[in-house]
């Protein structure tokens, strides 16, 4: 009637094809040496319901950096190693409806310390579909009818491999194997998934909510790992965290890792849940694992009874009674054979036919008021623990107990537990035992020595304390030194003690008080302990101490003084205020009146004073010290803009007096920086064309004249020059100006630039002929932190040159004859016996372009670009010629006749 089915499984290695076949399983990671880690993959696989071709050779896996998600091993191919059954608590139990596979994938891998040094650590995932399509508490569906699937995700986290610069050495946790059982509605179902720590670290186990996979893809695209967050699976309705089975109780695990159930009758049933263990060292959170587990509850278990255990002290005459609690002394004049507890086992399971008149039971006994290891506890069993009750028959068991207690004070508590072979697990009854055993006697050891405490003078001759203590038992002794924050050599003592003979302790203790050879700046006063032990048979504490209490008065010591030139009643804090381009100058002494050594120097705060071209050389002598402080305050080392107050501590230290005690005097000096005196400079124009008088700062120009003038900027700073500039810094007008020049100048002193102009056509706009500018000139100078400029505003009016064309009147009649009068067509007027133009003049409307003169027969006689043209029509026909004379806004047409 023996039943099976419990299930483990983390995950599989990458399966060619969905299928419902995992079970559980975890990852390790195994510091082996240096850097070379080995990185296992246990996998636990069904089967009974798994695809026997889901057994990958290789499992490929990804390591991700937790604080970014970022890919630190793009794959590690785990290889498979070694395949084996995973057994029953009791064999007997199974009938086939069970079976689990173990399967181990692993491979060596490297973690450099310049890679896998981020504070937050890593994670190992891999990813992997699906889960048993029958499970009850949450949507494990097949995945090609429905999306709500469940796949698996391994997971391990892992600290770096370097903190603080030295190698973090460290294995991730290996959990206990899991065992193939199953459980029983209303019966209680335990199983035990602590594990071990190779470094020693703390393990907490808790519960969780089973990871899913990324897709319901048999294995991730790609087949590697994507990195996380990776989501939980769906609880079917009715269940949780908080409710895993429906169980009363539910699911529990203690933080030692000892799982507990008792699921509900609802027929057979199969639960999965998660186990997460969390690593600490000194206290912080370091790596955790994930199991993935799955439970088997069938519908029915075969009716069993639990065993019943009872006890009595030996050589007494009753048993105890059932569930009491046993109490028993031992003196520590018994002997081994009487310092015993008699057990007796029954179980009415051996009565029934069904179990054929038999049952099988075994013993064990665990700590339960103290620590400690349940292994040794257990060597306390008789030879034989385990016994085969025929037709209503007992088990009789002896445990005896050594003559040293167990725990210190001899008082301590254990759980005898029997135990019988029911299915799925062992039942179990507990007698619990108080038990007291006398130490073997023993004489404390002794200090013949009496506790010391005296105070002596800096230099006093060696003090020398010889130590005895004894042990009446000639018990081997152990010696402890316990001191309140120093080291014995440091402070000139010494301790020679000897525990070599058996039952004595020889020693002696030692002071050299001298303050020129050891160090008594740190401490005066000192209280050393030596603590003497037996090794007694049983190690059990009893010792004595010897306590001395002692201090030391050293000599006195004058203070340094420090002075300076600045100081007027030996203020302590002095602020002076300081313009740049000054000079900061005074001198810093330094006197002790012991005629110790000196030293003398300066600190800035938050600065170095040489970086900002401060020069103090500091001294250093006997008695008397003096250094001259010297400051340029210039801008090329001080931006008073980033700093412009300056600290500056100026130390006299007396540190090698005799006894090395660090006195010292300090003068605080604070220098506030401020801008530099500054004189304006000026500005000026010269050189203005006389027939474009500057009137007021301005002058009128007719369109197509040049403009030149000078601009001249001075500067009467002297100590330093400043260095000055020139620049043209605006211009304003109806129409932006252009083709002006004026070259930016820089200098010292005195400084001068041209500004030139010939103003064309571009400067007029919507026929509007006139245009007003303001040409803004400007000089500063560079003096730092106090610059200061001038300017100058220099107005032009720009006009167009008139033209009248209602006046133009060309001549129309020519003589050609010689006679050197009206001998030439041109458009011009003899004016006070000079020949002046009569054509409009050229502006911005318009300006002359040609002439052309045909004939009557239209053929071109003449053409001329040129407005002061003649035409000479000597050699030409008499008669009426055409002219077209052409503007580039217009074009005039007339006759001129020529006649001879």
Known sequence: MRVAILSFLILLAILPARASHIVGGEFELIHIAGITYRLNLILYFDELNGLQGAKDSFADVRIFRKRDNAIMYNNIRLSWIVLSPVEYTQPSCSNGELETSKIIYS??????????????????SWERCCRNYQIANIYSENPSFSNRNAGQTFYLEFPPVVKNGEPFINSSPRLFPPLSDYACPQKKYYVDFGGTDDDGDSLVYSLVTPLNTLTPDALP???????????????????????????????????????TVTPPLTGVALYV?????????????IGEVRRDFQMLVVDACPQAEPPQIVGRKKGTPAFSQPKETLSVTFSNSLT????????????????KPVDSFQEKVFIRILPLNFKNSTRYLNELLPSVSTATLVNGSVADFTICFPDCPLVPGGHFQVGIIAFDDACSLPLSDTLIVNVFVQ???????QFITTNQTFNINEGDPLISIPIQAVDADQDELDVFVMVDGFLLPHVGMTLDLDPSQPGLMNGLFTWDSRCDVFDFTQKTQFKIQIIVDDRDKCLIASPDTLTFNLSIRLPGNADPIISSTLQTNQEKYIEVSKKIYETLDFSVFGNDADNDFLILSVLGKDFKPADYGVSFPGADGFGSVASPFLWNLNCDKIN????EVFEFLFLVVDNANKCRFYKADSLTVVVHVEPPDNLPPTISVEGVNPDQPLINGSMSITRGEEIKFKVIGQDADTSPQDLIRLSLIGTTGNVQPSGYSFPQTEGIGLIESVFAWIPDCSVFENNIFVNEYIFTFSVSDGRCFAGKDESIDINIIVKDEEASYDEFLPPNLITPDGNGINEFFAMVKLENGEYVSILPADNCIGSFVNIRIYDRWGSQVYESSDRDFKWMPKGTASGVYYYFLTYTHRQYKGTVSVKY
């Open 439 to 445: 130490p073997p006697p023993n004489n404390p050891p």
């Open 336 to 351: 081994d054979e009487e310092r015993c507890v008699e057990v007796q086992v029954s179980d009415k399971d051996s009565e």
């Open 107 to 124: 491979n060596t891998i490297t973690l450099p310390a310049n890679v896998f040094n981020d504070p937050e650590g890593y994670y190992v």
């Open 221 to 259: 695209p790609g087949g590697l790992p994507r990195p996380g967050p990776y989501p939980n699976v769906l609880w079917r309705p009715g269940y949780s965290l908080q409710n895993i089975t429906g169980g009363s109780p539910d699911l529990q695990i203690s933080q030692d890792g000892f799982l």
């Open 273 to 285: 849940f998660a186990v997460k263990c969390e690593e600490f060292r000194d206290g912080v959170k």
């Open 640 to 643: 008073i803009n980033t700093k």
